[in-house]
């Protein structure tokens, strides 16, 4: 399963590309509009992107009302990705999301000043969890100090998988002024850089939580995606690789499957968790059995457990 990663596709301007997709993920939306930060909000590295979009979106209301019932309208299931400050304020955006054709629903939890992240993601998931029925993915920061920690104090608060990972804080200088070339001075960092990073995280969270893990970070190609998935991986999102190739969804499916069938997987699933096993052993798997409703709820949106 291919899916856009929040925030790097815009499918209301560019539908013919949504369409490409198994399922489209929105932009992260929050209780309120945000305008997001001034500009330069994008910046080019040799190894990857930095953005500081700052969240901008709508707000929940012009949402519900006014792209939603688009986005539904172009066919693939919609993941809708929602944000806050508080728990209460997701719990409030996943309620009035649960009202709809929303297929399941990212929380945004990539919040990199955070106390206490483990507090933090019980808190959220388990409000949002009493909120809604629907299927309930956690978005971390790869830059948590402990991970797999917070990745399990979300799966216990009722979190049915994980997308992973966000972007890592980068600062770009302008090379002639050595000034700050983002109009935040630093911002989030994207791409080819964050591929090992991201291997890690879905390999070490695969491993404390047996959920469902949508990897996402510097996929570019059918191999890169197949990485993921033998991490432990249950689908791929492709971002920053869309800025320069629309069209990637399509030709990253194709790839992929060639890639699987090259190392002689039946199909690309076949492959999850295989780096999880010794060269002759069986694989060890994760350590920890998956809840039936997470595991129900998965499923639901084409996720296997
Ligand atoms: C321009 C831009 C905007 C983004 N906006 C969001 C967002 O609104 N919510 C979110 O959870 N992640 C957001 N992300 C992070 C991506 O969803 C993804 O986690 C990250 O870019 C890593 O994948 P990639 O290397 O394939 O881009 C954004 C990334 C970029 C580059």
Not at 123 to 148: E, Y
Not at 160 to 180: E, F, K, M, Q, S
Not at 272 to 299: E, I, N, Q, T, Y
Request: net charge negative; proline share 8%; hydrophobic share 50%.
């Amino acid at each position: 399963m291919i899916l856009n990663a929040s925030g790097c596709l815009d499918a209301l301007t560019a539908p013919e590309v949504a369409r490409e997709f198994d399922a489209f993920v929105t932009k992260t939306v929050t209780p309120l509009q945000r305008e997001g930060n001034a500009p330069v909000r994008i910046a080019e590295t040799d190894v990857g992107m930095l953005n500081s979009i700052g969240l901008a979106n709508p707000g929940i209301d012009t949402f519900l009302a006014d792209v939603l019932p688009r986005l539904l309208d172009l066919g693939p299931p919609v993941w809708v990705s929602v944000g806050g400050f508080a728990a209460a304020e997701y719990a409030d955006l996943c309620a009035r999301l649960e009202r709809t054709d929303a297929a399941a629903i990212e929380l945004n939890l990539s919040c990199p000043n955070v106390a206490a992240p483990e507090d933090e993601a019980t808190a959220i998931v388990a409000a949002a969890r009493a909120a809604t029925g629907k299927p309930l993915f956690a978005k971390l920061s790869p830059a948590l100090p402990d991970l797999p920690a917070v990745a399990l104090a979300a799966a216990a608060a009722g979190a049915d998988g994980l997308a992973l990972v966000n972007t890592i804080r980068g600062l770009a200088l302008d090379p002639a002024t050595l000034r700050p070339r983002l109009g935040t001075a630093a911002g989030g960092l994207s791409g080819p850089a964050l591929r090992p990073v991201a291997l890690a995280a879905v390999h070490t969270c695969f491993r404390a939580t047996g959920l469902p893990i949508v990897g996402m970070g510097g996929v570019e190609t059918g191999a890169h995606a197949l990485e993921l998935i033998a991490a432990g991986a249950s689908a791929v999102a492709l971002g920053t690789v869309l800025f320069a190739d629309p069209g990637a969804a399509a030709r990253v499916r194709e790839e992929l499957a060639g890639e699987a069938r090259q190392r002689g997987f039946a199909d690309p699933l076949a492959a999850r968790g295989v780096a999880h096993a010794d060269l002759d052993g069986a694989p060890p798997g994760p350590v920890v059995r998956v809840a039936d409703g997470a595991r129900k709820r998965s499923a639901q949106v084409g996720l296997k457990v």
